[in-house]
T-cell receptor
Framework: AQSVAQPEDQVNVAEGNPLTVKCTYS??????LFWYVQYPNRGLQFLLK??????LVKGSYGFEAEFNKSQTSFHLKKPSALVSDSALYFC???????????????FGRGTQLTVWP | NAGVMQNPRHLVRRRGQEARLRCSPM?????VYWYRQLPEEGLKFMVY????????ESGMPKERFSAEFPKEGPSILRIQQVVRGDSAAYFC?????????????FGPGTRLTVL
């Protein structure tokens, strides 16, 4: 079955420090992986995606993510956190080999990132 | 360059009433997806539509829920005879082509509260 796990409900980091938000996935075929960010009472904003190619993907607002096939992980990273990065982050996966269900994204439960000044 | 639009943003219904949620995709997008977000949970897929067609509704409850995306106008998610368990945030997303590598762009959501 397709699934996404975000093992940490919360991540706290000081401004200026590097941050990592973890994500692991399970799919039967090739994974297409996405990160979204949600600010309070807002919709999800797309950050970045991995489709194929270079395992390190760069996205919006200085975020990047590293695809690791052997560990089935797609961790979100940023070298230097900002207070304004505080939000809820969702990892999602789409299974390339799922026929009529190709459209759907499978989401993790989300990780609340808090960056303190 | 408007993004995905959803209305209303907040909707309050009493048990047994009907809820209608509307979604206008981004300009040029003809693929629409509906997701539901329960408190403390991630988003769960409900239904995937293309203009005038339901592509995948396997995530939608069999009873009381229906969705459409007509040739003209917004996509509608309809919940009949709402119950307290329907209280959630409902998000709509749209994409350009529906391909597996295509990005889904989300609207601000409709927060449904059932009294």
């Amino acid at each position: 079955a397709q699934s996404v796990a975000q093992p940490e409900d919360q991540v706290n980091v000081a401004e200026g420090n590097p941050l990592t938000v973890k994500c692991t996935y399970s799919v039967s075929g090739n994974p297409y992986l996405f990160w979204y960010v949600q600010y309070p009472n807002r919709g999800l904003q797309f950050l970045l995606k991995y489709i194929t190619g270079d395992n390190l993907v760069k996205g919006s607002y200085g975020f990047e993510a590293e695809f690791n096939k052997s560990q089935t992980s797609f961790h979100l990273k940023k070298p230097s956190a900002l207070v304004s990065d505080s939000a809820l982050y969702f990892c999602a996966v789409r299974d390339a080999n799922r026929g009529s269900t190709l459209g759907r994204l499978y989401f993790g439960r989300g990780t609340q990132l808090t960056v303190w000044p | 360059n408007a993004g995905v639009m959803q209305n209303p943003r907040h909707l309050v219904r009493r048990r047994g009433q009907e809820a209608r949620l509307r979604c206008s995709p981004m300009k040029g997008h003809s693929h629409v997806y509906w997701y539901r977000q329960l408190p403390e949970e991630g988003l769960k897929f409900m239904v995937y539509l293309q203009k005038e067609n339901i592509i995948d509704e396997s995530g939608m409850p069999k009873e009381r829920f229906s969705a459409e995306f007509p040739k003209e106008g917004p996509s509608i998610l309809r919940i009949q005879q709402v119950v307290r368990g329907d209280s959630a945030a409902y998000f709509c997303a749209s994409s350009l082509s529906g391909g597996v590598t295509d990005t889904q762009y989300f609207g601000p959501g409709t927060r449904l509260t059932v009294l």
